[in-house]
């Protein structure tokens, strides 16, 4: 079984600078560190391929500095590591980050299973993992809780939709995205860091993807624009809800509801 995870490097803290011409983060002003929810998909393949055998890569697209990423994956169980890396991908929104990792995908020679996680702490548009499956046109689950039962042809999994829970079975090929909590992830092996200091990690440049059109990549592969990101001001409305706990509770919820909070 051949399984691919989709791993991706976030600025470490929520006090990251923005640049006030293009309205884009800049990473170089945060420490990084994995995506968390990276994790639990990268624990969830690892458990696979102890059960049906396989291989586990992990793919990210980001600056080569993501190197540290792909060895802590190492350390955790991963087979291989590729870094999709061009300064032709800078810019790109989830239109063209998805093609990118497609591209990436299918330069790979493509997956039985692609895991991701449920979304990323700093885009945060959790469209990743289902525009993937949509390049690729094969199916996927998003939001997954739960692995019910995995064999060599196919997988099992429950989505908790609050009041719904949803049990879907995918023949391979198929992409899953996974919520937190679906496991606990394993910590870095020390044995495994020490046996896995010399494997490649292996750099994907722009002229090496299968269907090289800059249309497709980057700023320019990207409808979206930002037109502004700021910080909420903090206002000094306040309210007082008084009554008994249950009162507070309903009217509370409503008054979220009202304002699409919740
Ligand atoms: P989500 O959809 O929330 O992530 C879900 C899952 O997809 C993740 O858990 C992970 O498994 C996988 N995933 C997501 N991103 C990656 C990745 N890169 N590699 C591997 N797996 C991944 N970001 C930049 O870093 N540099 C830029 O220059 C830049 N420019 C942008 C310009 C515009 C106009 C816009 C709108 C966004 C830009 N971004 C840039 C942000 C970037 O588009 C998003 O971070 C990216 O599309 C991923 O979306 P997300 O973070 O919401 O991922």
Request: hydrophobic share 35%; aromatic share 4%; with cysteine.
């Amino acid at each position: 079984m051949k399984i691919i995870v989709c791993m991706k490097q976030v600025p470490a803290t929520s006090k990251v600078d923005i640049d006030p011409e293009t309205g884009n983060l800049k990473r170089g002003s945060a420490g990084q560190r994995t995506n968390p929810y990276d994790l639990y998909a990268l624990e969830c393949a690892l458990q696979i391929r102890e059960k049906t055998g396989g291989s586990v890569t992990v793919l990210t697209m980001g600056p080569a500095q993501a190197e540290s990423m792909i060895r802590d994956a190492y350390s955790m169980g991963a087979d291989e590591g590729v870094i999709l890396s061009d300064r032709k991908f800078a810019g790109s929104d989830v239109l063209a980050t998805s093609y990118t990792l497609t591209q990436g995908i299918e330069l790979l020679g493509g997956a039985d299973l692609i895991l991701c996680g449920r979304q990323t702490t700093d885009g945060d548009t959790a469209q990743i993992g289902p525009a993937i499956a949509e390049h690729l046109h094969i199916p996927h689950c998003a939001w997954v809780s739960a692995i019910e039962k995995v064999d060599e042809t196919q997988i099992t999994l429950r989505q908790n939709f609050g009041s719904v829970t949803q049990i879907s079975r995918m023949h391979y090929p198929c992409l899953v995205t996974v919520d937190k909590d679906i496991c606990v992830p394993r910590l870095p092996s020390w044995r495994l860091t020490k046996e896995t200091r010399e494997r490649p990690v292996r750099i994907v440049t722009f002229e090496d993807l299968p269907k090289p059109d800059l249309t497709r990549f980057g700023a320019v592969g990207s409808p979206t624009r930002v037109e502004r990101i700021f910080a909420p001001e903090a206002g000094a409305e306040s309210m007082k809800i008084l009554g008994s706990a249950e009162k507070k509770a309903k009217k509370l919820a409503e008054i979220l509801a009202e304002r699409k909070y919740i």
